[in-house]
């Protein structure tokens, strides 16, 4: 009988959770959280009590590992579970692990899938060092043989539950069909990981630190093509885990995918091998400690040498602290509007207002007439250049969609066509308007991604999707120029949201902006702050990649100003209010 013939009947030295457990807690979160993992501790098919990991035939063994690490990683396993499980889909995902054959092996793949999702925020635990780390273990085990079949339905397990439970927020911001989408999504995350733990079995035989490197690379490669494809890179790319620390200088020179890559490199290192050789055993944690230290050093010092000037213009970004909720109008201006004036009137000189996206009714481009003279039931662009510029007295920027008409040729006839852009618009002091048209758009929210936008897709996709007014990609960028109250003109790039976690695009590459501001509405997150938070992270790298001021301003929180060293100067939390770059 080999390994995966394990599921058998019960013997006196079963593992039995739940005495321990009570004892050890006695509330009803770890009976719970024993529910859940007793059946990876203790055989798959819901049968057996017995640990399954044993030598049961001279063709298949696994190796006998210390009780003390599978022990160890299981109490990990379980307070994680007791403090994180909160979505009953997440509790199904999980369960599904159970089908893995093998003790150990289901002990390593939850531990693998919760410590990755307590690296991301809202929890930010310091396990992104580590946390694939037993993939080495699962699938470098020479003692074991694994068929392709078993290697590949063990990483797409593990890729999809370490992307499903870690991204919840997107399945909650789409407007219909949220998990078929977040589940096709992260089934393409997962690919990554069979592309790993294929490279992972065929360097078995290889020394630690030859399979760590060519590993890493794998998985960068991994994300560079999930990010081409536009589908899950942006939320789950593992850089994001270390942007609030000296790893993250490094991205100005290797880019975020270079400290994703430095990441897989170290948890493809720590992870002792399975030798005989003590030297042999820790030669690859002693090399990965070393080189997390010396990168957490280096970047340590980049940043201490790293010239910080003051941000050449005075900026005042509101944040109205609301969603659009499904029974009632959305004019987030009236709020915008009552903070703007009532810190205006402690101080009035101010260079530059800063509204988020999506914060005036859509609006078209080539509207001459005056449509509203009172602003409680609407307010477009040019309503904003007629009544509020002349209170404010200052250059305003604010997120808005805009329509664009035009005629296209389709069989040889003019066919008139109706174009709308997210923008971010700036109306100077003196009423003129310019716009900054949104470059890339949120897959299957705002459109279709690039490489499938088709005719067909458009048609049918976008209808089932409840996305019945879709956007346009805009097509060239150009920094936004206005002049402060002294006269001197300053040129800022402008990011609509989903741009910030971009860093190819046009805007991160323009050297002669003073500042880039981000707009961005969070409405439909605010349940799960953990979106947010990493916005402000992908926030962080742009500030390092281009080494300039970074403001975001968001509807409902996080809105912040970020100096070029990526550091969070301020930040507001979830509440109404305003931040004044004046009185830093």
């Known amino acids: 009988m080999d390994d995966s013939q394990a599921c ?3 013997k006196p030295d079963a593992v039995i959770l739940e005495p321990w457990l009570e004892e050890l807690t006695g509330n009803a979160p770890v009976q719970v959280a024993t529910f859940l993992v007793n059946p990876f501790i203790n055989g798959g098919c819901g049968m057996s009590r017995v640990p399954i990991d044993q030598t049961v035939s001279g063709v298949e063994a696994t190796s006998k590992e210390p009780s003390g690490v599978w022990l160890a ?3 990990v396993v379980v307070v994680i579970l007791i403090f994180t499980l909160r979505e009953w889909q997440d509790g199904i995902v999980l369960w599904g692990l159970l089908f ?7 002990i390593y793949a ?4 919760l410590l990755f999702t307590v690296s991301f925020p809202p929890y930010s635990w310091p396990t992104s060092w580590f946390c694939l780390g037993p993939m080495m273990w699962m699938w470098r085990d020479q003692a074991v043989k694994l068929s392709r079949l078993r290697i590949t339905a063990e990483a797409i397990a593990i890729g999809f539950t370490m992307g499903w439970t870690s991204t919840g927020f997107v399945r909650a911001g789409l407007p219909a069909f949220g998990e078929l989408v977040h589940a096709a999504a992260r089934l393409v995350f997962s690919l990554q990981f ?3 733990a294929v490279a992972i079995r065929i360097l078995r035989n290889q020394q630690i630190v030859v399979a ?3 590993t890493a690379a794998v998985a960068v490669v991994g994300e560079l093509l999930e990010a081409w494809f536009g589908v899950s890179w942006s939320v789950s790319n593992f850089a994001l885990t270390v942007a609030a620390t000296p790893l993250a200088q490094w991205s100005r020179w290797i880019t975020p995918f270079g400290v994703a890559g430095l990441l897989y490199f170290v948890n493809f290192l720590l992870s002792p091998d399975r030798s005989e050789r003590a030297v042999r055993r820790w030669m690859g944690p002693a090399i990965g400690v070393g080189v997390l230290g010396a990168a957490w050093y280096g970047g340590a010092l980049i940043a201490a040498n790293t010239y910080i000037a003051p941000l050449s213009f005075s900026s005042l970004p509101v944040q109205p602290h609301l969603k659009v909720a499904d029974n009632e109008p959305w004019r987030p201006w009236l709020k915008l509007d009552q903070l703007t004036r009532a810190s205006m009137v402690e101080r009035s000189e101010i260079d530059l207002i800063v509204w988020p996206e999506s914060c005036l009714s859509a609006s078209w481009s080539d509207e001459q007439e005056l449509r509203c003279n009172d602003m409680a039931t609407q307010l477009t662009v040019q309503d904003f250049s007629r009544l509020l510029t002349p209170v404010y007295r200052t250059n305003c920027l604010f997120g808005v969609v805009i329509g664009d008409r035009g005629t296209t040729q389709r069989y040889g006839l003019a066919v008139v066509e109706v174009r709308r852009y997210n923008c971010g618009c700036l109306v100077s002091k003196s009423g003129d ?3 900054h048209d949104k470059l890339d758009l949120v897959p299957f929210k705002e459109g279709i991604p690039a490489l499938l936008d088709t005719q067909w897709m458009r048609n049918h996709v976008l209808p089932a999707l409840q996305i019945n007014q879709p956007l ?5 960028y150009a920094p936004l120029s206005f002049r402060d109250v002294d006269g001197k003109r300053h040129l800022i790039a402008v990011s609509v949201c989903y741009e910030s976690w971009l860093p190819w695009l046009a805007q991160y590459r323009d050297t002669t902006v003073d500042a880039i501001i981000h707009l961005v509405y969070d409405g439909n997150t605010a349940n799960h702050p953990g979106m947010m938070e990493r916005h402000i992270r992908a926030c962080q790298y742009r500030a390092i990649e281009t080494r300039k001021w970074n403001l975001v301003c968001s509807t409902w929180a996080g809105t912040a100003i970020i100096d070029p060293n990526g550091q969070i100067v301020r930040q507001l939390p979830a509440v109404a209010g305003v931040l004044r770059t004046d009185t830093l």
């Open 100 to 106: 893995l054959v093998g003790r150990s092996r289901r």
């Open 110 to 113: 939850i531990s693998i899938v």
């Open 8 to 10: 058998v009947r019960s």
């Open 433 to 435: 308007v310019r716009r």
């Open 73 to 75: 990683l299981l109490f």
């Open 212 to 214: 760590a490197v060519t």
């Open 472 to 476: 346009n990609y805009g097509r060239n």
């Open 194 to 196: 069979l592309a790993v």
